[in-house]
């Protein structure tokens, strides 16, 4: 989940997360219209490129504290852009016709990934269940 801090929107519920070097070699190549977040290990200025990737896109370039630092607008297919400043993040969400995101130079970012989620539940589940556990062998004498 990407929310903004400044204004408390929620950018997206699912977005494809990208870390590893393959993932982030093909970011949103061959796939359909969707929210995608690149992460760079340190701050670089690295280019992206739209090759094989069949819509637009607008482009919010993060710092480490995911504070934007460039906005790239309409980022149009087999194309390539050249940042001005480094980034950690990129955030990229496809432009549909008519429909402008309004970001500017002043939001900051959060991410949830909903793999933490699960890995939280798989902590939580074996709890609960001793919980379940005891609370039948005692029956009626535990009271909350």
Sequence with gaps: MIRNLRTGAVISREELHCRNPLSLA???RFRRAQIAVLCLPKPRRVSLDMWFVFYSID???LDERRKVVEIKR????????NPS???AYAVEIPSYRGVKNR??????FTFKRFLSMIRIS???????????????????????
């Design 26 to 28: 093909l970011g949103l």
């Design 59 to 61: 482009v919010l370039f």
């Design 74 to 81: 309409n980022l149009r297919p087999w194309r390539g852009y």
């Design 85 to 87: 400043t480094s980034w």
């Design 103 to 108: 970001h500017s130079k002043l939001d900051r």
């Design 122 to 144: 798989w902590f939580i589940e074996p709890i609960s269940a001793e919980f379940c556990h005891y609370k039948a062998r005692l029956g009626d004498k535990l009271q909350f």
